[in-house]
């Protein structure tokens, strides 16, 4: 069996290294592109399990690994920032017990000061041996798309676990910008830890990206993919800001698809100016299909309108950009500065730089082992979650009660 398994392991060797999140339907279709055969799933499972711990380690010697491999991250990265918080200290072994561990990346921190002055916080779980939970805090750049900011990795979210990482995020990435929103989902001990209620957004959903398949790795696995990953949005949206810069946009993308969207809708609207000193009107829009016949309240020089999408994403909207002309403004000067090309292409302007092999990294610190209170059993197929969950968590659990339900179907 054991012979089986690594044989099947050493199919899996290249893909994994290439990719370690790969999946169990991709491990199934390589062995039967290879073989011809069908391999069952917990087959199927052991083998990728055992390419991982070739490729990534085990967990307990990658959590071993982890401190040198953030030395050698901020020694090629300077000014990236690595935080710890131990539980305790085993004098019989020499080892810190892993509690929490915060990084950012110095690039990251850097592009943050040309965003929107909004940070989405959220949490995610993570399938490994130990219980781990993920934090993770994300901006918006000026074409819409995350910018990660930071990552910790805590045994729990707890309230003590997101005041230390809130703590951090405001010290090494906010660092004193007045005027930042914090926006989080509904988990109570962030609402503690922050002590004010903010809208909730979805915003840190799409941080997933940098994220998917890594959720069940070895913990020094899952930094080196947002490493590679954060790297990745680095090296193409720099591209693409270049790209802009050379078509002449002044705004990006995003910015020139909402502004003209909405300059079209404003065609049809009607307004009545009621204040000329505060150049305030009401806006009709027009009535199609069922829809229209709304009036909305624009005031210019408090630049707001109450349909909130001027508020919301810094775009004077279609009702906003019908007073303009009625008053004779320009709506464009009026687009928030963090969508000019200029600013997208600072965000990304500060390079990563490669780490050197691990033969050139120096010696860790401390060393670093598990907490062994807080092990989970493995076995094949999903492990059980007990954290609250948010969009993140949905369209997993959404494919597991889908399989469920097919289940339970065949066997009726």
């Not at 399990?49 to 901020?74: D, N």
């Not at 080892?95 to 929107?116: K, L, M, N, S």
């Not at 941080?207 to 680095?234: C, D």
Request: proline share 3%; glycine share 4%; aromatic share 12%.
């Amino acid at each position: 069996m054991h012979d089986k398994l690594t044989d099947v392991a050493s199919l899996l060797l290249e893909q994994v290294k290439q990719n370690p999140s790969y999946g169990i339907k991709y491990v199934i279709q390589t062995v039967k592109d290879h073989t011809g055969y069908d391999i069952p799933y917990q087959k199927a499972w052991y083998s990728l399990k055992m390419a991982r711990e070739i490729v990534c380690g085990t967990w307990e010697s990658s959590v071993q690994k982890l401190p040198k491999y953030m030395g050698a991250l901020k020694k090629y990265n300077p000014r990236t920032i690595v935080e710890w918080e131990h539980k305790t200290f085993q004098p019989s072994t020499g080892a810190h017990v892993i509690g929490y561990v915060f990084w950012a990346f110095a690039p990251c921190i850097e592009g943050f000061q040309f965003c929107r002055n909004v940070i989405s916080v959220d949490g995610t779980h993570l399938y490994t041996k130990y219980r781990h939970k993920m934090l993770i805090a994300a901006a918006m750049d000026g074409n819409q798309q995350v910018l990660p900011l930071a990552f910790a990795i805590v045994d729990d979210e707890s309230t003590s676990s997101w005041k230390w990482f809130l703590t951090l995020l405001s010290r090494h990435v906010i660092r004193g910008r007045r005027g930042v929103c914090l926006i989080f989902d509904r988990h109570p001990d962030i609402i503690k830890a922050v002590r004010e209620g903010i809208l909730t957004t979805n915003m840190s959903e799409c941080i997933n990206g940098v994220l998917k398949g890594a959720r069940r790795l070895p913990l020094t696995a899952i930094v080196e993919i947002t490493l590679v990953r954060t790297v990745n949005y680095f090296v193409m949206r720099e591209r693409r800001s270049h790209e802009m810069v050379a078509n002449g946009q002044l705004w990006t993308d995003f910015a020139y698809k909402m502004f003209n969207q909405w300059h079209q809708k404003s065609i049809d609207h009607t307004v009545t100016k009621y204040n000329h000193r505060q150049q305030s009107a009401s806006v009709v829009t027009k009535r199609q299909l069922g829809f229209g016949l709304n009036t909305h309240v624009v005031k210019i020089t408090n630049r707001e309108c109450s349909c909130g999408k001027w508020t919301q994403f810094g775009i004077p909207c279609s009702h906003a950009q019908k007073v303009c002309a009625a008053y004779n403004i320009n709506a464009a000067s009026m687009v928030k500065n963090y969508y000019d090309v200029q600013a997208y292409k600072n965000t990304y302007s500060k390079a990563f730089q490669p780490l050197y092999p691990e033969d050139y990294w120096d010696a860790p610190e401390f060393r670093l082992v598990h907490d062994t209170t807080i092990r989970i059993s493995t076995r094949p197929g999903r492990n059980q979650t007990s954290r609250i969950h948010n969009e993140m968590d949905w369209r997993q659990t959404r494919e597991r009660q889908q399989a469920q339900q097919r289940e339970n179907s065949s066997r009726q």
